[in-house]
Nanobody, 123 residues
């Protein structure tokens, strides 16, 4: 199983960028985005679960980023609006076959990880 993330690039502060992550096989219950800035630990960004109407976000991106998925295409998305220089990081998609409980959503205990796509926000 492979997760292929794409859509990263250079964007000016205040701009928008859309990331996508396509799974080569399997249907995943829980999917998420994490990011890792230079010199920092990987951190949770957003998560989505099958049959769960809620979306879960880190406080730092709430109101600016939107996570969504297209099950028919096995694809996860992250719409990034009003980006800031502190959003600069390598963004990773993650997927878990089974439903993760709320307390686990923000932890790196997902079964599969994508290779990462770099997002650079210029000031």
């Amino acid at each position: 199983v492979q997760l292929q993330a794409c859509g990263g690039g250079l964007v000016q502060a205040g701009g928008s960028l859309s990331l996508s992550c396509t799974a080569s096989a399997l249907a995943f219950n829980t999917m998420a985005w994490f990011r890792q800035a230079p010199g920092k630990e990987r951190e949770f960004v957003a998560a989505i679960r099958q049959s769960d109407p809620n979306r879960y976000y880190a406080d730092s991106v709430k109101g600016r980023f939107t996570i969504s998925r297209d099950n028919a295409k096995n694809t996860l998305y992250l719409q990034m609006n009003s980006v800031k220089p502190e959003d600069t990081a390598v963004y990773y998609c993650a997927a878990n076959r089974n439903r993760l409980v709320l307390s686990a959503l923000t932890t790196p205990r997902y079964d599969y990880w994508g290779q990462g796509t770099l997002v650079t926000v210029s000031s």
